[in-house]
């Protein structure tokens, strides 16, 4: 606390001295606040001995305006030293303050999330045909699309994923034959651990996990980078190229993704079944040409190609949330980070969601 | 298409409106760039400078009014023929934009693969054309990530430039420069008027900038054009607004706020 200000009472007010700083403002508020001018009245302060000023002593005396104001009264300054009178130039006063913004009230809240909840759906649903349509138009007009970037994509979205992928269904194949044949023992079934992988790899786990997998490693990045582009203004400068952002970001990460995705759930259904094998050979002492006889007659080509659909479907999915969440950007980078996570929870419920479709579905055609 | 030719406005707006939700930002503002000018944007901070910029690009839609870039309607414009028109225009971003994921060559190629047959040794020889242009021929083969701000610019500028542009739009194009370096920007902002009768439209606060290029100025002051016309001219205007922007008052002045000084000594 500045030990160099002295607030001495006066006929008609306050007579301020010495360094009038952050530290003197409480007492110098304080003494105010005791001599509270009745409405009408006038407070002198003196401000003839201050050597030193700074801006939260000139926000202190503006303070004691203000409220003085508020009450009918009034504050003045007298005879301010050269020093004070510098620093009360300095800074300039609005004339009215103006109100921070209400906060929605409940319904208005409600209401306000429900519309921009409809507006996110139409602008998914417009992203979902447009896309669609300039998949179809690159398609088309191959000769003009950039083949290039679209290896590259593929080379990120599946080569560069296959380690996880390979990883992670290997130890799921593993974990779910364990976990099924401490139960098929019991009966003397050890062998259906063959039919239990193959089919619920095949159909369920291969394109799930690398479903999971892709949403969060390439789904995010789809977010992230055309997110950062919104930022940085590169969609506009492509738009005002005269180049359709869509099919010059788009394409390539739609063609991509739905590209590689089977192809990656076919290694997860390799290495998945591989796990289970293992897992037969190793520890239920099954013979290898066993386990491959049941399995082979526990799969068909329905359930295959039903899985491979399935992960072509929640590839395209993925895809369009990542694009869709990314060209939602707005504002700086706070709101890449946000839009991507938000991107990759809105991917993983529609893979869930679709999921329990397809099941529902194939579970109907079979 | 050679650039410079005819007189009717390149960029036309009439009685534009822009409106950002509740808030509106332009209240129907009217405003022309003749064939080889540099027209200047001027206004204070949320004044609605760049608002009207992108209007003018058809990046955003106008809330009201009518938006018309060489002489063709942009509000109703889509497809193939908005992408023709934009082949006829150039913009300079305030950052760059450059596409991180591409060479500067790349960058500035982008618009000649995609809108015109020529051979690729073609492309490539107008890429150096422009980069020499801008002093960046060395950095052909390099990514944005690895020039500085001001390098960035410059190759910026070369891919707004590379269709041979009637219009150019620059946002802010001095901001983040050095002062060397933005009168360099000028002075090739000026050539490429006085050479190819490009017009182009500026939007700045610099004020050794604005009196060096511009040959004519719009201020825009809360969404409304208070002067329009030569700079000369502009600068007389008898607004607050116009005083503070050309130093002639102080900005708080011109807002009619009082010191505290005034306030606590009961003066003013």
Known sequence: MSTDFQCTD????LVLAGVLDRDAVPVMLKALARKRPAAGARLVLDLSGIVDMDSAAVAGLVTAWRHAQASGAEVTVHAPSPVAQRALQMFRVPDEIIPPPKPPGLFEGVGGQVIEGLRAGRDFLRLTVDGSLAVLAALWGWRRTRWAHLVEQCIYIGSQALPIVGLVSLLVG??????????????????????????????????LIT?????????????????????????????VMGLDPLRFLAVPRLLAIVLMVPLLTALAD?????????????????????????????????????????????????????????????????????????????????????????????YVIL | MIPGHGTAPVVETRQLIAKYGERTVLRGVDFAVKPGEIKVILGGSGGGKSTLLKHCLGLIEPAGGEVRLLGQ???????????????????????????????????????????????????????????????????????????SGGMRKRAALARAMVMDPEVLFCDEPGAGLDPLTSAELDELLMRLRDRFGMAVVVVTHELMSIERIADSAIMLVQGLPVADGPLDEVKQVDHPEIRAFFGRVAAGEMRGSRSALEILTGRG
């Open chain 1, 10 to 13: 006066s006929a008609d007010g």
């Open chain 1, 174 to 207: 593993l974990t779910l034959a364990f976990q099924s044949a401490y139960q098929l023992q019991q009966f003397g079934a050890a062998i259906y651990v063959a039919d239990l992988i193959g089919v619920s790899v095949v159909r369920e786990m291969g394109p």
């Open chain 1, 211 to 239: 479903a999971i997998l892709v949403a969060g490693r390439s789904g995010s990045s789809i977010a992230a980078e055309i997110g950062t582009m919104q930022v940085s203004e590169e969609i506009d400068a492509l738009k």
């Open chain 1, 270 to 362: 390799l290495l998945g079944i591989l796990g289970g094998f293992v897992v037969g050979i190793f520890y239920l002492d099954i013979a290898w040409s066993a386990f491959a006889t049941q399995l082979l007659k526990a799969l068909n080509a329905f359930d295959l190609m039903s899985g491979l659909f399935k992960a072509a479907a929640f590839a395209y999915g993925i895809g369009l949330i990542g694009l869709h969440f990314g060209f939602s950007v707005r504002g700086g980078a706070g709101e890449v980070g946000r839009t991507t996570t938000a991107s990759v929870v809105a991917s993983l419920f529609y893979i869930i969601l679709a999921d329990s479709v397809f099941s529902v579905l194939f």
């Open chain 2, 73 to 147: 309607d942009l509000t109703t414009l889509k497809g193939r023929a908005r992408e023709q028109l934009f082949t006829r225009i150039g913009m300079l971003f305030q950052y760059g934009a450059l596409l991180g994921s591409l060479t500067i060559a790349e960058n500035v190629a982008l618009p000649l693969v995609h809108h015109t047959d020529l051979p690729k040794d073609v492309v490539s020889e107008i890429v150096r054309l422009k980069l020499e242009l801008v002093e960046l021929g060395h950095a052909e083969h390099m990514l944005p990530s690895e020039l």
